[in-house]
């Protein structure tokens, strides 16, 4: 079955740091883009940012609300996806989920598998 | 960057009615990477719809897409118990990717 489990989440003093883990299984981890997506209580949907595949050079991109502050990384040895959180606000609060980018042909990469997230609360 | 903005923002409707969601981006999304997703309250997104306006595998044929350029509609021609959820929209053509606010289909 093809999976994805998050971890990691915990409360946090503002300014500290994090580390999330996102466990891959059912699928060639290796080849896929891989992504992390926030959602805030009771608010919509944000794209934190996306590491590419092996075949890419494992490039990543980020939302501008977290570049300069978090960090993507990957372990396919491990089928595993990380997102290193530093300098941490109130405004990060939220569950974060990752997610993989599936191929549709003629469609592009669109996220097709995602995790159960992990909530993340950013708190003194 | 694509702004996405979704209409409206709660939708009240019966079961067997039919339901039409908006999603407008700010500038043509390219290629027509738009996708659409329900969330339940506590679950994970689940993708609904790519490309505009193919189907996920496993989804009902009541969900359709369509629209192209600024304009993407989903529909479900029949809303059945389980279709009571929050929708949202994302484009995925240009980073960095983009999400709608959300529409939320409740019972009426």
């Known amino acids: 079955e093809v999976q994805l489990a998050e971890s990691g989440g915990r409360l946090v003093q503002p300014g500290g740091s994090l580390r999330l883990s996102c466990a891959a299984s059912?699928?060639?981890?290796?080849?896929?883009?891989m992504d992390w997506v926030r959602q805030a209580p009771g608010k919509g949907l944000e794209w934190v940012g996306r590491a590419r595949n092996k075949a890419n050079s494992h490039f990543t991109e980020y939302a501008a609300s977290v570049k300069g502050r978090f960090i993507i990384s990957r372990d396919d040895s491990n089928n595993s996806l990380y997102l290193q959180m530093n300098s941490l606000t109130t405004e990060d609060t939220a569950v974060y989920y990752c997610?993989?980018?599936?191929?549709?042909?003629?469609?592009?990469?669109?996220?097709?598998?995602w995790g159960q997230g992990t909530m993340v609360t950013v708190s003194s | 960057e694509i702004v996405l903005t979704q209409s409206p923002g709660t939708l009240s409707l019966s079961p067997g009615e039919r339901a039409t969601l908006s999603c407008r981006a700010s500038q043509s999304v390219p290629s027509n990477y738009l996708a659409w997703f329900q969330q339940k309250p506590g679950q994970a997104p689940r993708l609904l719809i790519y490309?505009?306006?193919s189907r996920a595998t496993g989804i009902p044929d009541r969900f359709s897409g369509s629209g192209s350029g600024t304009d993407f509609t989903l529909t479900i021609s029949r809303l059945e118990p389980e279709d009571f959820a929050v929708y949202h929209c994302?484009?995925?053509?240009?980073?960095?990717?983009?999400f709608g606010g959300g529409t939320k289909v409740e019972i009426k």
């Open positions: 997610a993989r980018e599936g191929y549709f042909e003629s469609s592009g990469y669109a996220f097709d598998i």
């Open positions: 059912g699928f060639i981890f290796s080849d896929h883009y």
């Open positions: 490309g505009a306006s």
């Open positions: 994302q484009q995925y053509g240009r980073s960095p990717l983009t």
